[in-house]
């Protein structure tokens, strides 16, 4: 079956960094997307990674190790909106979306 | 600007009866797709499709039904509400495979 594994919950303070870990098993990767959802909101798209290394955009990172089945989501310079849920999902070989329930971000003071 | 809105927002309905969820986007993307959301999962496919009169079921089709008689709309049907229907709804676009999908706010449906 398919997989992708998130951490349900992460606790952060304002101004740290955070990694969100993301690990899957898919039949076939076509690449991988995070996104940032905000309770009672839409998921907007964050970031996309297809080769292995990392994307960096600004305060958030995004690496990609296709051989390890592995993901990261980096937050730097954390700020009280930043308390979101980030969704983790796989493109399979079929080309459709496969979704981590997410990992909900609680930044404290 | 270019946009995908949803209606309604929220509804409530009894089991049994039928219900339309309105999707429609601007961004004059071939690609839409319906996503039911509920606490504990990931976002699930319900239906997909690639552009007018094609569409496809995803991976929890069952009690649904779509149809895409345009390239700006994709509604979603619920021909017989059941409690397990009760969850929040996600319509999607994208510009193709390889892009991102942009989201509607969404519509949360319960179902008593």
């Known amino acids: 079956g398919q997989n992708i594994d998130q951490p349900t919950e992460m606790t952060a303070t304002e101004g740290a960094i955070v990694q969100i870990n993301c690990t899957y098993q898919t039949s076939g990767f076509n690449g991988l997307f995070w996104y940032q959802q905000h309770a009672g909101e839409a998921p907007t798209f964050l970031s996309y990674n297809v080769l292995d290394g990392l994307e960096e955009k600004g305060r958030f990172s995004s690496f990609l190790s296709r051989s390890k089945g592995y993901s990261y989501l980096l937050l730097k310079e954390l700020q009280m909106k930043d308390s979101a849920s980030y969704l983790c999902a796989v493109r399979d070989s079929n080309y459709q979306l496969i979704w981590g329930a997410g990992t909900k971000l609680i930044i404290k003071p | 600007d270019a946009e995908i809105t949803q209606s309604p927002r929220h509804k409530i309905i009894e089991t049994g009866r039928q219900v339309t969820l309105a999707c429609h986007q601007t961004?004059?993307?071939?690609?839409m797709f319906w996503y039911r959301q509920d606490l504990g999962h990931g976002l699930r496919l319900i239906h997909y499709?690639?552009?007018?009169?094609?569409?496809n079921k995803g991976e929890v089709s069952d009690g649904y039904s779509v149809s895409r008689s345009n390239t700006e709309d994709l509604p979603l049907t619920l021909e017989s509400a059941a409690s397990s229907q009760t969850s929040v709804y996600f319509c999607?676009?994208?510009?193709?495979?390889?892009?991102?999908?942009?989201f509607g706010d969404g519509t949360r449906l319960s179902i008593l």
């Open positions: 961004w004059n993307h071939n690609n």
């Open positions: 999607a676009s994208s510009d193709r495979s390889n892009q991102p999908q942009h």
């Open positions: 499709s690639y552009g007018v009169h094609d569409t």
